[in-house]
């Protein structure tokens, strides 16, 4: 499956961003999602994930409450929606799936990947 991570962009401490990870597979279903972010020089690192049908969620406790994950299977894709965003969000942010009900926390955990994309929040 290919996925294609979108939505970053420049925003001010405190504002909000709505990612969208867009899948070419039509059985998008089938597939656990994560989105996983690495900062400048810091490895990357977990911060959500949705079960294939989106019963599930987990989330990094740095983004707990204050991030969403969603999916919407008839349209093959995944969502993280980001409010009260603060300069320590600024990352590359990746989305991944999983051939698995669900995927969990660990990047080894998921067999494709998208190619980022760049959120910075402002102070």
């Known amino acids: 499956v290919q996925l294609q991570a979108s939505g970053g962009g420049l925003v001010q401490a405190g504002g909000s961003l709505r990612l969208s990870c867009a899948a070419s597979?039509?059985?998008?279903?089938?597939?656990?999602v994560g989105w996983f972010r690495q900062a400048p020089g810091k490895e990357r690192e977990f911060v959500a994930a949705?079960?294939?049908?989106?019963?599930?969620?987990d989330y990094a406790d740095s983004v707990k409450g204050r991030f969403t994950i969603s999916r919407d299977n008839a349209k093959n894709t995944v969502y993280l929606q980001m409010n009260s965003l603060k300069p320590e969000d600024t990352a590359v942010y990746y989305c991944?799936?999983?051939?698995?009900?669900?995927?969990?926390?660990?990047?080894?955990?998921?067999?494709?990947w998208g190619q980022g994309t760049l959120v910075t929040v402002s102070s």
């Open positions: 991944a799936a999983d051939h698995a009900v669900f995927g969990g926390r660990r990047d080894k955990g998921y067999d494709y």
């Open positions: 597979e039509r059985t998008f279903s089938s597939y656990a």
């Open positions: 949705i079960s294939w049908s989106g019963g599930i969620t």
